[in-house]
Nanobody
C-alpha cells in the first residue's frame, strides 16, 4: 500500500498563491494515478484535479481551471498542487489521493492522506 502525507496548507489572503505537497511512501508513486480533492465544512468531498501515472495527462474541475495546476515527480515520490489566484471559496481541507484508474470520483481512490487545511480570507 502507499502512504500519503500532505503539507503546505495555511492561511492566505484572496489573490495569493500556495503550493501543496503530497509525499508518498511504501510503494512506487508511478504505479498510481494521483488526485487532489477538497472538503469544506458541511459540504461533500469535491474533486479538484487528477494526473496520470506519467504526468502526461491532467484534468481539473471547472472551478479551478486556469488557477490550479497538479504536477508530480515520480523520482521523488511527490505530487504537488500549485494554487494561484486563491478565492475564499477555495477554503477547505485538501486531500491527496491515489488510485489505479483515472477518475474524478472519490470512490475510485483507495488511498488517502490526512489532509491539509487551506483558508483563504477575503
Amino acid at each position: 500500500q502507499v502512504q500519503l502525507v500532505e503539507s503546505g496548507g495555511g492561511l492566505v489572503q484572496a489573490g495569493d498563491s500556495l503550493r501543496l505537497s503530497c509525499a508518498a511512501s511504501g510503494r512506487t508513486l508511478s504505479n498510481y494515478v494521483m488526485a487532489w480533492f477538497r472538503q469544506a465544512p458541511g459540504k461533500e468531498r469535491e474533486f479538484v484535479t487528477v494526473i496520470s501515472r506519467s504526468g502526461g495527462s491532467t484534468s481539473s474541475a471547472d472551478s479551478v481551471k486556469g488557477r490550479f495546476t497538479i504536477s508530480r515527480d515520480n523520482a521523488k515520490n511527490m505530487v504537488y498542487l500549485q494554487m494561484n489566484s486563491l478565492k475564499p471559496e477555495d477554503t477547505a481541507v485538501y486531500y491527496c489521493a491515489a488510485s489505479y484508474r483515472i477518475s474524478n470520483w472519490h470512490g475510485d481512490f483507495g488511498f488517502w492522506g490526512q489532509g491539509t487545511q487551506v483558508t483563504v480570507s477575503s
